[in-house]
């Protein structure tokens, strides 16, 4: 089933949504060299008590963690720890939440760590988060779940790779519904599986994290003996870039973004939705 939200409850997972935005942008001033990824945690647990919010991965699943750090080649759920400190070059995406009221946020990004990156890696996170805007920019009422698959494939599969190859888009973990949970259905993949058909027809109300994991390399992943965390099988790094975002009425509204995502979405031609906050 899925959970179709009333407008005063969009507006409630807009609260959570923007305690999310600032967790990204104090975690992402916090990346630098020399910070350990347990460091990041704290940060994101200050955040949350400002806010007088919750965290909704603390737990999670016996998640032991505020927020997932997954840096280099982990794509997913690396938890953060006094062990990984980072290092200049280093990538690291960011997956964290917030619930507000009961209602959830969830969103990720990746950051550079210091400076002197592989013009790939550039690259890589590029491709990754306009591939998410892609997705976004696809949910239109009428539209189904399978149109923001493919527009988050098609995007990436035109995208030229530095040195030849396709980027690997990850098969086993994708985006999901959200709402009073953090995770709910629909299950959202990156790419285009036939077999599954076309899912549910969007319609205001109706709330997707969309999130793609795209490597340098394999699609195929492995979790490690911590049973948490997943990196890709051939060792190549990835990139993670979600945001969780509302269709309403007058459009896409991007909960997890601080401008609720009128900038970006102008750049497809779309108006964002007002924001109930504002």
Not at 38 to 62: C, I, M, S, T, W
Not at 125 to 139: F, N, P
């Amino acid at each position: 089933m899925v959970q179709i939200k009333t407008p005063e409850q969009i507006a409630k997972m807009r609260e959570a949504g923007l305690v999310v935005a600032a967790i990204h942008a104090a975690t992402r001033e916090a990346a630098v060299p020399g910070a350990t990824t347990k460091d990041l945690d704290q940060v994101a647990r200050k955040v949350l008590a400002e806010h007088n919010a919750k965290p909704n991965f603390l737990g999670y699943g016996g998640f032991p963690a505020t927020i997932c750090t997954s840096a280099n080649e982990v794509v997913v759920h690396g938890i953060p720890s006094d062990d990984v400190v980072l290092k200049d070059g280093d990538i690291i995406s960011i997956d964290c939440g917030a619930i507000i009221d009961g209602w959830h946020g969830d969103a990720a990004y990746t950051a550079f760590v210091g400076s002197g990156h592989a013009p790939e890696l550039v690259e890589l996170s590029r491709v990754t988060e306009e591939s998410m805007w892609a997705g976004i920019a696809a949910m239109k009422s009428g539209n189904r779940l399978v149109d923001v698959s493919r527009a988050i494939e098609t995007y990436i599969r035109r995208q030229p790779k530095p040195g030849g190859g396709r980027y690997g888009i990850i098969e086993d973990y994708g985006g999901h519904g959200i709402g009073t949970e953090m995770h709910m259905d629909p299950h959202l993949l990156n790419y285009v599986e036939r077999r599954r058909g076309k899912g549910p027809k969007l319609v205001p109300g109706f709330c997707l994290a969309i999130e793609p994991m795209v490597s340098l390399g394999t699609a195929k992943t492995r979790v490690l003996e911590d049973d948490w965390t997943v990196i890709t099988t051939d060792g190549t790094w990835s990139s993670h870039w979600e945001h969780s975002v509302a269709l309403t009425e007058a459009g896409p509204l991007v909960l997890t973004a601080p401008d609720a995502g009128r900038a970006k979405l102008a750049e497809y031609g779309i108006t964002a939705a007002p924001d109930p906050l504002a």
